[in-house]
Nanobody, 113 residues
Framework: QVQLVESGGGLVQPGGSLRLSCVAS????????VAWYRQSPGKQRELVAA???????NYADSVKGRFTISRDNAKKTMYLQMNSLQPEDTAVYYC???????WGQGTQVTVSS
């Protein structure tokens, strides 16, 4: 069974930075795409960034140039470096492995002055 544990969220001022981490277990992590999603109150969960097993990345237009996704296959861990955070980035952030239906508990990111 896949288990995903996100961490690194918190309260940050506009313009600030955070680094999210997600540790995976129960999965052949290195073989799969991994991705970060986010969900704000009243909105559907949306894809933020993804990285393939080969290291190719793609990003939502709203975060391009500000967020960077990366992975460490040896640690079965993915990261999301978030810079120049804005209030509209406020959401619960979730990680996902292999476009599956397995989700962690998420980590709250709040951008506010």
């Amino acid at each position: 069974q896949v288990q995903l544990v996100e961490s690194g969220g918190g309260l940050v001022q506009p313009g600030g930075s955070l680094r999210l981490s997600c540790v995976a277990s129960g999965t052949l992590f290195s073989l799969f795409h991994v991705a970060w999603y986010r969900q704000s109150p009243g909105k559907q969960r949306e894809l933020v960034a993804a990285i393939s097993s080969g290291g190719s990345t793609n990003y939502a237009d709203s975060v391009k140039g500000r967020f960077t996704i990366s992975r460490d296959n040896a640690k079965k861990t993915m990261y999301l470096q978030m810079n120049s955070l804005q209030p509209e980035d406020t959401a619960v952030y979730y990680c996902n492995v292999g476009w599956s239906d397995d989700w962690g508990q998420g980590t709250q990111v709040t951008v506010s002055s």
